[in-house]
């Protein structure tokens, strides 16, 4: 079971858009190529939780040669 006072769902930003909720990080994963290609300066950036630890981590999602890439990543 998890402890809901650190484990949330993940939630997407992109440029000029309302944040998004997703149920789990693979889901993000899967749609991250339509998520880059609908933003407007091809980031996106993405805070969650992580198994057994407190705080938030934040990834930032670029395009690289046509693939979806963390180029930043880190605690907040």
Excluded at 4 to 33: A, C, L
Aim: aromatic share 10%.
């Amino acid at each position: 079971m998890a402890n809901h006072m650190t484990q949330w769902k993940p939630q997407v930003r992109i440029t000029g858009q309302k944040s998004q909720r997703f149920d789990t990080y693979s889901e993000i994963k899967r749609n991250m190529k339509k998520l880059l290609e609908s933003s407007p300066d091809n980031e996106v950036s993405l805070s969650r939780s992580r198994r057994g630890e407190w705080g938030e981590w934040f990834e930032i999602w670029n395009m690289v040669n046509g693939k979806p890439v963390i180029t930043c990543q880190g605690w907040m």
